[in-house]
C-alpha cells in the first residue's frame, strides 16, 4: 500500500534542510577524547548524512544551507558535488561565521560522545531571503531537520521552506534530530518541534525526541499515541527509534511494522540515524512495502556504526542489498524481522 505519494513529474528525488558540519572521529580511538591525537576530518552533519545516504543510492538530491566561507565551507561542497548533490542553494557566510565543527569520542564501541563547536554558527544563519519557491517546486520531498530550527533566521527559514512545500505537493519529512546545543529551553524545542511535526507527511525520532516535542502538548505518551496523535494532524508514517532495541513505523492506516538492528560488530554507537533515515526513505522512494524499507533502514543504521565515518561510509544500493544478504545467509531470513 501506497502510504506516501510523490509527485513523480519532479526532477529532484529529495531536498534536505539544515546543517552541514565537519566531523572529527579519531582515528586513536577507544580512548578519551582528551587523549586523542588523530583525527580523520569527514563531511557531517545530519541532514547532509541523509543527503549523501540518498545519493550513493542513486536518488537525485538537493541541499538548502549556509556553510562557511572558508576551507571547510569548499571541502563539503566540493564533497556534495562530487556526490552528485546539487549545492546552488548552498550560500556561504560572510560575516565570518563558522561551519560547524564535531569533535567525537569514541570511548567503546557502544559509548560514544559528541562534542560540537557551533559558536557563531554558519547553518542557522540561513534566511528566508535563501528559501527560493522555484527550487522547491523542483522536489519530491523536503527534509527538515530539526536542529534548523533551534534559533533565527534559520528558524524562520524552515518554517518558510515548510509552508512553500505544503504550498507546492511536496512531501515533508520531519527528522527530529534533536542535538541539545543552541537550543535555549525545553519550551522552544516543543513549541517548534510541534508546528514542523503537525505539518510533515513523515516523521522520524528517537522516543527522547518525541518525548521533546509533546512536552506542550501531552506528556507521557507511549508511541502507538504518539503515532495516533500525528496520524490525527495528517502526518502518514511515524517512525520511533529505540537505539539498539529497534524501531516501529506506524501508518495512518492503524498498521504498524517493526524491525530488529541487525547484529554487526560495532565500530561506535552515532551514525544509524543518518544511515536509517536515507535508507528508509530510499525503499519509500522505490515504492517498496514499509517492512521492506525498515529493513533497508536497520540494514544501513548497521553497516553505519560498523563504520568510521557517518556520511563517506554510506552504502551504495549494491552494498545495502549485499550487507541484507549475506546477513540473512548467515542468520536466517528473518534476522531482523520482528
Ligand atoms: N548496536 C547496534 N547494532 C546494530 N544497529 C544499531 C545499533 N545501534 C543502533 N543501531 C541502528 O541504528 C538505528 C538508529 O539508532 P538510534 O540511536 O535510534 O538513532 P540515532 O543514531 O539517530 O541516535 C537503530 O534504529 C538501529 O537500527
Ligand atoms: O549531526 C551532526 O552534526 C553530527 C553527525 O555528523 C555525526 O556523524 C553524528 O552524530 C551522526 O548522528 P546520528 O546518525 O544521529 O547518530
New binding site residues.
Given amino acids: 500500500m501506497g502510504y506516501i505519494e510523490f509527485d513523480n513529474t519532479k526532477e529532484i528525488d529529495l531536498i534536505a534542510l539544515g546543517r552541514v558540519a565537519v566531523d572529527f572521529n579519531p582515528v586513536d580511538y577507544y580512548k578519551k577524547l582528551t587523549e586523542s591525537t588523530t583525527f580523520k576530518k569527514y563531511l557531517g552533519g ?1 541532514p547532509a548524512n541523509i543527503s549523501v545516504g540518498l545519493a550513493r543510492l542513486g536518488k537525485k538530491v538537493g541541499f538548502i544551507g549556509r556553510v562557511s566561507d572558508d576551507q571547510f565551507g569548499d571541502f563539503v561542497t566540493d564533497f556534495f558535488n562530487n556526490e552528485g548533490i546539487d549545492t546552488s542553494h548552498i550560500f556561504r557566510c560572510k560575516n565570518g561565521e563558522k561551519i560547524g565543527l564535531t569533535f567525537t569520542e569514541i570511548l567503546s ?2 559509548e560514544s560522545s559528541i562534542l560540537m563547536y557551533r559558536n557563531g554558527i554558519a547553518d542557522l544563519q540561513l534566511s528566508v531571503e535563501d528559501i527560493d519557491e522555484d527550487y522547491i517546486k523542483k522536489t519530491k520531498a523536503l527534509l527538515i531537520s530539526g536542529t534548523a530550527l533551534s534559533a533565527s533566521p534559520s528558524r524562520e527559514a524552515a518554517l518558510k521552506a515548510l509552508a512553500l512545500a505544503k504550498k507546492n505537493n511536496v512531501v515533508v519529512i520531519f527528522d527530529i ?1 534533536y542535538r541539545p546545543y543552541t537550543w535555549k529551553n525545553t519550551d522552544e524545542i516543543s513549541i517548534y518541534y510541534s508546528i514542523v511535526a503537525k505539518e510533515s507527511d513523515i516523521i522520524l525520532g ?1 522516543r527522547e525526541e518525541f518525548d521533546l516535542t509533546e512536552k506542550l502538548i501531552e506528556e507521557g505518551r507511549t508511541d502507538k499515541q504518539t503515532a495516533e496523535y500525528f496520524h490525527s494532524k495528517g502526518c502518514k508514517i511515524v517512525v520511533i ?4 532495541e ?2 516501529t513505523a506506524y501508518t495512518n492506516d492503524g498498521n504498524s511494522y517493526s ?6 560488530k ?1 565500530l561506535k ?9 536515507s535508507a528508509f526513505l530510499y525503499g519509500l522512494f522505490e515504492g517498496m512495502e514499509i517492512i521492506d524499507c525498515l529493513e533497508l ?2 540494514a544501513s ?2 553497516m ?3 563504520s568510521h565515518a557517518c556520511s563517506q561510509d554510506m552504502p551504495t544500493a549494491e552494498q545495502l542489498m549485499e550487507f541484507i544478504k549475506k546477513a540473512k545467509e548467515e542468520y536466517g531470513e528473518m534476522i531482523a524481522r520482528i
Fill in positions: 545530519s564501541e557502544t534530530d528517537s527509534k529505540h537505539g539498539k529497534g524501531s524491525i530488529k538492528p541487525f547484529p554487526v560495532l554507537s552515532f551514525g544509524g540515524g543518518d544511515g536509517y533515515a533502514g536497520s543504521a548497521a553505519l556504526v560498523a
